[in-house]
C-alpha cells in the first residue's frame, strides 16, 4: 500500500486549482509530474556543479561526469542491464527508437526483409520502421488485436517468419492499457532468429522491466513519463550488438581518433551519444529513479491495479460509455480509453461526443485528462472512431480524483442532454 | 450561464445533432476538402455559385460538436448570398473569433455570434474556424477558376 498523502506532498504541482476545482490530474501518460527532488536536482547542478562532462580536467567537469555517469548504472541497476554500459541516453523514446532503426536498421534490413510490429503501436514506433522499410524495399507486418482489445497471440506464428529480421512490440499500449505478453514474443522472435525491440515508454514507468528475464535486444522508453524531466530518454541494447552498429549522430564526444578525411569511434555507449548530452536531466532522472525504487514498481503496480479496477467499475456504471481496452486490470495498466455518445430530448436517437468535447467540459471540473488519436492514428481507424477520451493515473492518484472525474463525465452528459 | 454553457449554447447543440445543409453537390458545383489533422476534424464543402451569388452549399463533416456546428451555422449564413457579401461575413467571423478585446460586427452575424463564446477556449478555435478557412480557399478557386487544393490546418 502506498501513502499517497504522502506522495503527494512531494508534487507541489498537485496542490492547485484549476477553474476552482482541486486539480485532478489523469494525463499520466501523456507525462507525469515531477517530485521536489527531482526539480531540485535540476537547480542543484546549475547553481553548484554546472559543467562539460567528459572533458575537464577540473573539479567541477569531474563532480558533474561522475553523477551523469552515475545515473547510467541507476538506469541499468533499475532494468537489470547486465552492464550500465548498455545504457545510451537519447532525448526521449522516439529518439532510441529512430537510433535503432538507422544504426541497426540501416545495416541489417534489406530488400524483402520483414519487420514485424502490432497494431496497437505508438508513431513513434511505426514511422521510423516504414521510412526504414521504404528505403530498403522492406516489409512491414502488423500483428492484430483481438475483440479483447489484446494482442492475437495465435497469429503471431504465422507472421513471424524466416525473413522477419526484427519484432518491435510495445510493452504497454498507451491507448488501449493493454500489456503485452513481451516475454512470450521475444522468444517467438529469436525462435526465428529475429531481433526483439520493446518500446517501454508506457511501460516501464508503471511496472517496470527485466530485460535479462525478458531477454529483449533493445529498449527504449522516455524519462518524463516516470517522474523524470522532459529532454532524457533511454536506449538500452545488447553490448555485442551496440558494438557491431554504426554510429547514429555524428560529432564530438563520440570518436577516438580524427583525421581529416576519416575517424575512428568511440567505444559504447558514447559512440551513440554524439555532442554535448542533457546533463542537468540526466542527473535528474537518476533522482527520478530512486524515487521509484523507494516505492517500490510493484507497490508502483498495485496501486495503479487497485485504481484501474475503481475506475473500470465507476466507468462500466456510467451509461452510454464505451470502454477500449481489456476491462481487466490484471491484463490492463492504469490508462482507460473511452468514449461517450449522448440521447437528447425525446426526439433525437442519441449522438456521439467527441472526445474533445468531453475534455473540455471535464477541465471546466479541474480534472486533466487527454483527447484525440494519442499518436495512434492507424489503431483508430482500425476502431473506426476519430479519437478517444483517456485517464491515465500514476502513484500520487486517488480514488477520489476518479471520483471526480465520473462527476465531471456527468457535467458532459448534462450539457449535451440539453439538445 | 455557466462559462460551459456558454461554450455549449444551445444553438450550437442544436446544429451539432441537426446539421444544416448535409450532403453534396453533383459537378460542376466546386468541391473543396479541408481538415485539422491534429484533430482528426474532416470536411467537404460544395459550393454552386452563378453571377457571382451562391446558390447552394452543401457540407459532410467528422468532428467535434465546436467544428461541425461552425460548419452548419456558416452553411446558414452563406446560402443565397452574393459573394462580395460573404467576403464581409468572413472577415467580420474571422475579427470576431481571432482579435483581442471586445468586437462590434460591421454586419450582421445573426446565429453565428453564438460561436464568440469559443474564444475563451483558445485550443477550440481551430474547430471553429475549420469550414470557415475551406471557404475562403473554395471562394479563390471559384474567383481564379483554378481547381481548390485542399485546406490542411496546423
Ligand atoms: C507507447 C509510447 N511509445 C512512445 C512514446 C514516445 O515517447 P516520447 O515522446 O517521450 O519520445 C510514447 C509517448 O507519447 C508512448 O506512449
Avoid at chain 1, 501513502?3 to 490530474?25: C, G, M, S, T, W
Avoid at chain 1, 500520487?396 to 471520483?403: A, L, Q, R, S
Wanted: one cysteine or more; a negative charge; hydrophobic letters at 40%.
Amino acid at each position: 500500500m502506498l501513502n499517497v498523502q504522502k506522495i503527494r506532498e512531494d508534487f507541489p504541482i498537485l496542490n492547485q486549482k484549476i477553474h476552482d476545482k482541486p486539480l485532478a490530474y489523469l494525463d499520466n501518460g501523456s507525462t507525469s509530474q515531477k517530485p521536489k527532488v527531482v526539480i531540485d536536482a535540476i537547480t542543484n547542478y546549475y547553481n553548484w556543479y554546472n559543467s562539460n562532462i567528459h572533458r575537464g580536467i577540473h573539479t567541477l567537469s569531474e563532480k558533474a561526469t561522475e553523477a551523469y555517469e552515475n545515473v547510467r548504472k541507476i538506469v541499468a541497476d533499475f532494468i537489470k542491464a547486465p552492464d550500465p554500459e548498455e545504457i545510451i541516453f537519447t532525448r526521449n523514446a522516439t529518439e532510441a527508437v529512430n537510433l535503432v532503426a538507422y544504426a541497426w536498421g540501416r545495416k541489417n534490413i534489406s530488400t524483402g526483409d520483414e519487420i514485424l510490429l502490432t497494431e496497437m503501436e505508438h508513431h513513434s514506433n511505426l514511422i521510423p520502421w516504414q521510412i526504414l522499410a521504404k528505403e530498403k524495399k522492406a516489409v512491414l507486418r502488423f500483428i492484430p488485436i483481438t475483440q479483447n482489445f489484446t494482442l492475437d497471440l495465435d497469429k503471431i506464428e504465422d507472421l513471424i517468419t524466416s525473413k522477419t529480421k526484427l519484432v518491435a512490440v510495445t510493452q504497454m499500449s498507451n491507448v488501449l492499457g493493454t500489456i503485452n505478453p513481451v516475454k512470450k514474443i521475444a522468444g517467438l522472435a529469436h525462435k526465428a532468429k529475429a531481433l526483439f525491440l520493446i518500446d517501454g515508454a508506457q511501460g516501464v514507468p508503471h511496472s517496470g522491466i527485466d530485460v535479462a528475464n525478458v531477454n529483449c535486444d533493445f529498449l527504449a522508453f522516455t524519462a518524463h513519463k516516470m517522474l523524470g524531466p522532459t529532454g532524457v530518454g533511454v536506449l538500452y541494447g545488447k553490448k555485442k550488438l551496440l558494438e557491431e552498429m554504426d554510429p547514429f549522430i555524428a560529432g564530438g564526444s563520440m570518436i577516438l581518433e580524427v583525421w581529416q578525411d576519416r575517424a575512428t569511434w568511440n567505444k559504447v555507449p558514447y559512440k551513440y551519444e554524439a555532442g554535448t548530452p542533457n546533463i542537468a536531466d540526466v542527473i535528474a532522472f537518476g533522482e527520478a529513479i530512486k524515487y521509484l525504487q523507494n516505492i517500490g514498481m510493484e507497490n508502483v503496480r498495485n496501486h495503479e491495479k487497485e485504481l484501474t479496477a475503481y475506475a473500470l467499475k465507476k466507468l462500466c456504471e456510467t451509461e452510454d460509455l464505451t470502454i477500449y481496452g481489456p476491462k481487466n486490470p490484471e491484463l490492463q495498466g492504469g490508462i482507460i480509453s473511452f468514449n461517450f455518445s449522448a440521447k437528447g430530448g425525446s426526439d433525437s436517437v442519441g449522438i456521439d461526443i467527441h472526445p474533445h468535447d468531453v475534455g473540455t467540459i471535464v477541465d471546466q471540473e479541474g480534472v486533466a485528462i487527454r483527447a484525440g488519436h494519442h499518436c495512434c492514428q492507424p489503431l483508430m481507424r482500425k476502431l473506426g472512431i476519430p479519437g478517444t477520451a483517456r485517464a491515465s493515473f500514476y502513484i500520487y492518484n486517488t480514488k477520489e480524483e476518479i471520483d471526480q472525474l465520473t462527476f465531471a463525465l456527468g457535467k458532459v452528459k448534462e450539457v449535451f442532454a440539453r439538445l | 450561464m455557466s462559462a460551459i454553457e456558454d461554450l455549449y449554447r444551445e444553438i450550437i447543440l442544436d446544429h451539432y445533432s441537426s446539421p444544416r445543409n448535409r450532403g453534396e453537390l453533383p459537378a460542376p458545383a466546386l468541391k473543396i476538402e479541408g481538415a485539422n489533422p491534429l484533430c482528426g476534424d474532416e470536411l467537404v464543402l460544395y459550393i454552386e455559385e452563378k453571377d457571382g451569388q451562391i446558390k447552394q452549399v452543401k457540407i459532410n463533416t467528422k468532428g467535434c460538436s465546436i467544428s461541425q456546428a461552425s460548419a452548419s451555422l456558416m452553411t446558414e449564413a452563406i446560402v443565397g448570398k452574393k459573394i462580395e457579401e460573404i467576403q464581409k461575413i468572413i472577415e467580420n467571423f474571422k475579427d470576431m473569433m481571432l482579435k483581442d478585446g471586445s468586437f462590434t460586427p460591421t454586419v450582421d452575424l445573426g446565429d453565428l455570434e453564438v460561436l464568440e463564446g469559443v474564444k475563451k477556449y483558445p485550443v477550440r478555435i481551430k474547430c471553429a474556424l475549420l469550414a470557415w478557412n475551406t471557404l475562403i480557399e473554395g471562394l479563390k478557386a471559384l474567383q481564379n477558376h483554378k481547381k481548390p487544393e485542399p485546406v490542411v490546418m496546423e
